[in-house]
């Protein structure tokens, strides 16, 4: 999983609250077991038309928006089913930050298991950067996960919070795999002495 240190790109308003899941990859796009190639089905039924030409009016379709790495959006923020495909899309997509007054735990907890900051703000806040993100291809936020901070395009700093073993993960792109390496040694030490003291076992 790669680091989250310090994003810096535009970022794309989506002032709509209760995105669910099925919103962000709809279930036409759960057949692949793949991380990759998802990212063209993300909001699908809203990127595009009938025809399957894109929708001009979604944000993403936007020429200001269609490389955003970071998403301003409302509250309530991938609810719904349980699909690990909704940060997989995101990622594909190459948004690699979320920032919302609140999401649904379980698409919480897949962000970081995937590397995508999801990032909790107060209203106030998000009325701030959803103004931001307002700006088109101004729309630069920088996202410091080192010192918790996101900086908006006028040079603005404010803080957020997160739980620090969660920011520990994404500092050194650690999903559960990588956490459990990290104890490779004391486990094959495990191991070769339980093989030694249980010789039936083995």
Same mark, same amino acid.
């Given at each position: 999983?790669?680091?989250?240190?310090?994003?810096?790109?535009?970022?794309?308003? %989506?002032?709509?609250?209760?995105? !669910?899941?099925?919103?962000?990859?709809?279930?036409?796009?759960?057949?692949?077991?793949?991380?990759?190639?998802?990212?063209?089905?993300?909001?699908?039924?809203?990127?595009?038309?009938?025809?399957?030409?894109?929708?001009?009016?979604?944000?993403?379709?936007?020429?200001?928006?269609?490389?955003?790495?970071?998403?301003?959006?409302?509250?309530?923020?991938?609810?719904?089913?349980?699909?690990?495909?909704?940060?997989?899309?995101?990622?594909?997509?190459?948004?690699?930050?979320?920032?919302?007054?609140?999401?649904?735990?379980?698409?919480?907890?897949?962000?970081?298991?995937?590397?995508? #900051?999801?990032?909790?703000?107060?209203?106030? !806040?998000?009325?701030? %950067?959803?103004?931001?993100?307002?700006?088109?291809?101004?729309?630069? #936020?920088?996202?410091?996960?080192?010192?918790?901070?996101?900086?908006?395009?006028?040079?603005?700093? #404010?803080?957020?919070?997160?739980?620090?073993?969660?920011?520990?993960?994404? %500092?050194?792109?650690? !999903?559960?795999?990588? %956490?459990?390496?990290?104890?490779?040694?004391?486990?094959?030490?495990?191991?070769?002495?339980?093989?030694?003291?249980?010789?039936?076992?083995?």
């Amino acid at each position: 999983m790669d680091k989250f240190v310090k994003l810096t790109g535009v970022a794309a308003p %989506l002032p709509v609250v209760n995105v !669910d899941t099925d919103m962000i990859i709809p279930k036409d796009y759960l057949k692949t077991i793949k991380r990759t190639g998802l990212g063209t089905g993300l909001f699908a039924e809203a990127r595009y038309n009938e025809d399957g030409s894109p929708n001009p009016d979604f944000v993403l379709n936007k020429p200001a928006y269609q490389n955003a790495k970071i998403l301003v959006a409302g509250d309530n923020f991938g609810c719904g089913s349980s699909r690990e495909h909704a940060p997989w899309a995101l990622l594909d997509f190459g948004i690699r930050c979320v920032i919302s007054t609140s999401f649904a735990d379980i698409f919480y907890n897949n962000c970081f298991k995937n590397g995508i #900051l999801p990032i909790k703000v107060s209203q106030e !806040d998000l009325d701030k %950067l959803m103004d931001d993100a307002s700006r088109g291809s101004n729309a630069i #936020l920088t996202v410091d996960l080192e010192n918790l901070e996101i900086t908006g395009p006028d040079g603005g700093t #404010l803080k957020f919070e997160l739980d620090e073993f969660k920011r520990h993960c994404l %500092l050194n792109g650690l !999903d559960d795999i990588g %956490l459990t390496l990290e104890k490779a040694k004391s486990i094959d030490s495990f191991e070769k002495s339980n093989a030694a003291s249980r010789p039936w076992a083995a």
